[in-house]
């Protein structure tokens, strides 16, 4: 069963689910998945991910892989960043 066809078959069964202390666990795990999900951004990086990144950037430099700032402020307020 691939994710796309998991997520369907926990969405049916969530919709047919009335024990609510079956939910409010669901819920827990809902936001406890968030918040480490946030915290998870918030990590620095390490010297070899910041050294990579900076290697992957110049590489999209050399290559014209970059937009200006007023092209990605357009994109955000259109709704599509890339």
């Known amino acids: 069963m691939n994710t796309a066809e998991k997520k369907l078959d926990l969405i049916r069964w969530l919709a047919e689910l009335n024990d609510s202390e079956v939910l409010e666990q669901l ?3 809902k ?3 968030i918040v480490e999900r946030y915290q998870k951004t918030l990590q620095p ?8 990144s900076l ?3 110049e590489e999209d430099y050399r290559n014209g ?7 990605l402020e357009r ?4 709704g599509r960043i890339l």
Not at 45 to 52: A, H, T
Request: glycine share 0%; charged share 50%; net charge negative.
């Open 45 to 52: 990086m390490s010297s070899e991910e910041l050294r990579e």
């Open 27 to 29: 819920d827990q795990i």
């Open 55 to 57: 290697a992957e950037s």
């Open 31 to 33: 936001k406890r998945s």
């Open 65 to 71: 892989r970059i937009i200006s700032q007023e092209e």
């Open 75 to 78: 994109r955000i307020k259109e």
